[in-house]
């Protein structure tokens, strides 16, 4: 950012000072006398007006001119994005596939019947759920005979859609009649749309439960909190902490309800919205099972082999590139060991019970079996991937699947799908996206990502030393964000930099923290990064000018 100062304070810019900014995207006009600064951003989103659309139609000159205004805007925001869990990556793909926007394709229904709508992709959709299928360990491919076999669909809303999908699989799986109502868990760094997601789909969290029917008896002590607690950091609070779930809270919290007769629903993240974080999905079962065993929730008594128990994974990110992880760090060809471990997180999963012959607390021996924890995953494909629009893939087991309500005749397949109507571009983009990649090249692509993610933290700490700013960097050990104090709102916007406040003392306003975070995804280079450093270098209210930040309205 190159700031120009006025010739005189209180009048505007004059446009040759805009002129002379060239491809800067904004100008800041200090006035030090009053202590305010005026920023025209050159970025700015384009008008409502620019795209109305009058009775009798636009021309194709104006037309033209509308789209070439929002192309203009878009490209330059494209160039700068950091601050969201979007890849930029996408001009091959548009130059192969423009041809398909000839076709109105959509897979309408499950994708593993045809149907009646024939201009569908669902042979190439089926081909990258089996791609993702052996990377999860899912099992194969949809065979309603066989109850190991994987099922699952591309989604047209992005994980948002998978999580919802979930959630309404595992109420209906879960719930039995005369039984006490399944209860949700999931932790407080966990995507703000599973809030939603409960209450459209009416399912019962342990926080509603545990006020309604349980107060003043929250085995954590104190009152029952909205979401399962994160890890402690430093602070002793969560929020300096990883960002991961505190799984001696969540055993404790689902210990007491599955004693009271309730299934269970657990949340597990993998690459949490603003941290980046990866729940430890192994450790945690592992302090989850012997509860699950203790309270009857493996397998459910009564006429069916059901469960009381399912575990979803929400890897909106994380489910995208985990997998290479794990072969790098298991595989010594591939020359790379990833900087943290990332343990088992899949269908893959499982866990003995307890030893044949060894006694319960009731006196009773039972059988050693293996348990195959994971019960469900989505994963967003506009993130890692690189996708130009939401979808991403929801994948569970068939023994897991109920029957769709319906099978309708006008579509031809069973509407086994939340939105019905699913676009057909989406399997096509990300097939393209996934053969132009071996597993080394993914390999490649999340060591780049981590690496990036190493030199942006390292060079912020060396920019508190050189300005001597306060700039508070962080980054949970193996995630692929870096977050940071939060800049002006003029950097905000030029790096689309998503933010949030952060209470470092609990109930405390004067503890709050603004924080931005960048996520190092395939898009962005050091180059960007390090244009990123220079901006934030110049910038008043990293640089702790007290008066310009009040007027910025940032602290």
Request: proline share 8%.
């Amino acid at each position: 950012m190159s700031p120009t100062t006025a010739p005189a304070p209180g009048l505007p810019l004059p446009a040759q000072a805009l002129a002379a900014a060239g491809p800067v995207d904004m100008v800041i006009n200090t006035v030090d006398t009053v202590g305010t600064a005026d920023i025209v951003d050159l970025d700015a989103e384009p008008e409502r007006g620019d795209f109305a659309i009058p009775a009798e139609g636009l021309t194709d000159g104006e037309r033209l001119r509308a789209l070439d205004r929002m192309d203009g805007y878009l490209t330059r925001k494209r160039r700068h994005l950091v601050g969201y869990q979007a890849t930029q990556e996408l001009a091959g793909s548009a130059l192969d596939l423009a041809r398909f926007m000839l076709s109105n394709i959509n897979n309408l229904g499950d994708p593993f019947q045809s149907g009646g709508y024939k201009p569908n992709t669902k042979v190439v959709e089926r081909a990258v759920l089996d791609y993702y299928a052996r990377l999860w360990h899912a099992g194969p491919s949809y065979d309603p005979a066989d109850p190991e076999s994987y099922w699952g669909y591309m989604l047209s809303m992005g994980s948002t859609e998978g999580n919802m999908y979930a959630l309404w699989n595992a109420r209906d799986y879960l719930t039995r009649p005369g039984a006490p109502r399944p209860v949700a868990f999931y932790s407080e760094d966990t995507h703000y749309s599973f809030a939603k997601a409960v209450r459209v789909l009416g399912v019962d969290t342990f926080a509603a439960v545990g006020a309604a029917d349980y107060p003043g008896e929250c085995p954590l002590g104190g009152d029952w909190p909205a979401e399962v607690p994160s890890m402690p950091g430093p602070s002793g609070h969560s929020w300096d902490g990883s960002g991961a779930v505190d799984a001696d809270a969540l055993a404790v919290l689902v210990e007491f309800f599955a004693a009271k007769g309730h299934p269970v629903f657990v949340n597990f993240n993998l690459g949490s919205t603003f941290k980046g974080a990866h729940d430890d999905v192994r450790g945690a079962c592992e302090r989850l099972l012997p509860v699950f065993e203790r309270h009857g929730l493996l397998p459910r008594a009564g006429d069916d082999a059901r469960r009381g128990f399912w575990i979803h994974v929400d890897g909106a990110l994380g489910a995208g590139y985990a997998p290479f992880l794990r072969m790098a760090a298991a595989d010594p060809a591939f020359g790379w060991t990833p900087e943290a471990e990332l343990p088992e997180f899949d269908f893959g999963l499982t866990l003995p019970t307890r030893q044949a012959g060894e006694a319960d607390e009731t006196g009773e021996s039972g059988e050693a079996r293996e348990v195959d924890m994971v019960a469900s995953i989505a994963m967003s494909g506009h993130k890692w991937a690189g996708v130009p629009w939401p979808c991403g893939v929801f994948m569970t087991k068939t023994k897991y699947q109920l029957e769709p309500p319906t099978q309708p005749e006008y579509i031809g397949a069973p509407d086994s799908t939340f939105a019905g109507s699913r676009n057909g571009f989406s399997p096509l983009v990300l097939w393209d996206h996934l053969s132009r990649l071996s597993y080394r090249d993914q390999v490649d692509r999340i060591r780049r990502s981590q690496e990036l993610a190493g030199y942006l933290e390292r060079r912020l700490r060396e920019l508190e030393q050189e300005t001597g700013a306060e700039l508070w960097p962080a980054r949970t050990p193996g995630a692929i964000t870096v977050r940071f104090r939060k800049p002006s709102p003029a950097l905000v916007a030029k790096w689309s930099l998503s933010s949030e406040n952060v209470s470092t003392t609990p109930g405390d306003p004067a503890g709050l923290r603004g924080y931005v975070h960048v996520f190092l995804m395939p898009s962005v280079d050091r180059s960007k990064l390090d244009a990123l450093l220079a901006d934030l270098a110049r910038d008043p209210v990293i640089l702790g000018g007290a008066t310009r930040g009040r007027a910025l309205g940032v602290e």
